[in-house]
């Protein structure tokens, strides 16, 4: 059974910095996309960044560039979203979530299989 459980959320002022941890069981990983998204209030689900647990390049959405960073632990088959610079902008929901992966990274949601239960991130002014 795949399990996917993010931590890391909290209350920050704004400029603050957390770091989201999402680890990942059930299966082996190094074949897929590990990826990040949020939810803000009232809002649609929306992508944030992702990266394949087997290695390449990450993509991380152009609204969180230069703050946001996505990185993994295959021995800990964790996947890391560290947040920097935190804008209140940045309040949602975030999710973490897996798609098997033969090369392609999907920035929609719809694309991933497995989803964690999500992490309140709140930045306050």
């Known amino acids: 059974q795949v399990q996917l459980v993010e931590s890391g959320g909290g209350l920050v002022q704004a400029g603050g910095s957390l770091r989201l941890s999402c680890a990942a069981s059930?299966?082996?990983?190094?074949?897929?996309?590990m990826g990040w998204f949020r939810q803000p209030p009232g809002k649609e689900r929306e992508f944030v960044a992702a990266m394949r647990m087997g290695g390449g390049r990450t993509y991380v959405a152009d609204s969180v560039k230069g703050r946001f960073t996505i990185s993994r632990d295959n021995a800990k088959n964790t996947v890391y979203l560290q947040m920097n610079s935190l804008k209140l902008e940045d309040t949602a929901v975030y999710y973490c979530a897996a798609h098997f992966s033969s090369g392609s990274i999907y920035r929609d949601p719809l694309r991933y299989d497995y989803w964690g239960q999500g992490t309140q991130v709140t930045v306050s002014s």
């Open positions: 059930g299966r082996t990983f190094s074949s897929y996309a």
